[in-house]
């Protein structure tokens, strides 16, 4: 795999917790309920990327991924995407903030290079430019 | 642009760490599309998203993950292998 030659991206964490904004970028198809699907009848996957607004209710979202069993997240989002945790993490002041700007992504692709070339520096773009995010939490299906 | 500091729950530990993640925690024995633990566990969901965070404070070895155990969740699942 090219990706695993490289050199690790690690951009160091030199805040507190209770002083940071936080943001979820998620790999696990999610989106909100009245933003487009992600299309899942494309074998090569889909490039396509949400943005999430912090006070989105966790029934307003939804999962579009075929390549894992979302039963679960269809019943309680916050086990792949904990937007209700981290709004949780910041009332008891374990961090300072909820982002103003989340992603969903689906991902599955055969498209690697475009994901990685592509998709991958538009969302730390998204993230990068107006989320006021300091640190963020990924996760998959 | 200087970078964003992040850290990948994963509940495929192998897999994950062919990519080398700057941090990861992988919360042992959680299942596919339970990355946070099972629906309406939210006590547990919290503590897995606490410890997450926390590793971004700590001395963790980039491209390697970090496996915490959660009694709590229940049965335990074996993550998927990386086909060699």
Redesign the interface.
Known sequence: MALSRKCVPFTPFDRTLDKSTIAIVSAGGVHLKDQEAFNIADELGDLTYRVIPPDAAAQDLMVTHHHYDHADADEDINVVFPLDVLRDLEAEGFIGGVAKKHVGYMGYTMQLKAMYEGTAPQIANEIDKGSRADAVVLTGG | ????????????PEV?A??????ALYPKGFK?????????M?EL??QV??D???L??ENTR??DYVTREYPDYGEQYEPPKVKQ
Request: proline content about 12%; cysteine-free.
């Open positions: 642009m200087r970078g964003i500091p992040t850290v990948l729950i994963t509940v495929s994950s062919q990519m080398r993640p700057p941090r596919i599309g339970n990355s946070l633990g099972r629906p309406g939210r969901q919290r998203l606490r997450a965070l926390t971004l404070t980039p491209g």
